[in-house]
């Protein structure tokens, strides 16, 4: 069964960091193109980051030299690390194995000014 769990979200000062994690099962994290979303109270969710199985990564340009896609082959695990947050980051964090459309449960983080 094809599983994702994310953790690490939590609440954070605006400037600080966060580094998110999304543990798969049932598939190799290597093999698939995983993804980061989020979703802001009141608004739709919205890409932010994609990680090949080659290696390659792009970002939304919202976070791009801030955020950080990342994986662990060794331990099935996609991160995100998050540098110099914001408020604006506030939102619930989604991973997803985009071949799939597999999606994590999300997890919240608040970055407060």
């Known amino acids: 069964q094809v599983q994702l769990v994310e953790s690490g979200g939590g609440l954070v000062q605006s400037g600080g960091s966060l580094r998110l994690t999304c543990a798969g099962s049932?598939?190799?994290?290597?093999?698939?193109?995983m993804t980061w979303h989020r979703q802001a109270p009141g608004k739709a969710r919205e890409w932010i980051a994609t990680?090949?199985?080659?290696?390659?990564?792009f970002y939304d340009d919202s976070v791009k030299g801030r955020f950080t896609i990342s994986r662990d082959d060794a331990k099935n695990t996609l991160y995100l690390q998050m540098n110099s947050l914001k408020p604006e980051d506030t939102a619930v964090y989604y991973c997803?194995?985009?071949?799939?459309?597999?999606w994590g449960q999300g997890t919240q983080v608040t970055v407060s000014s």
């Open positions: 990680l090949f199985p080659g290696g390659a990564t």
């Open positions: 049932g598939f190799p994290v290597s093999d698939e193109i």
């Open positions: 997803q194995n985009h071949d799939s459309n597999t």
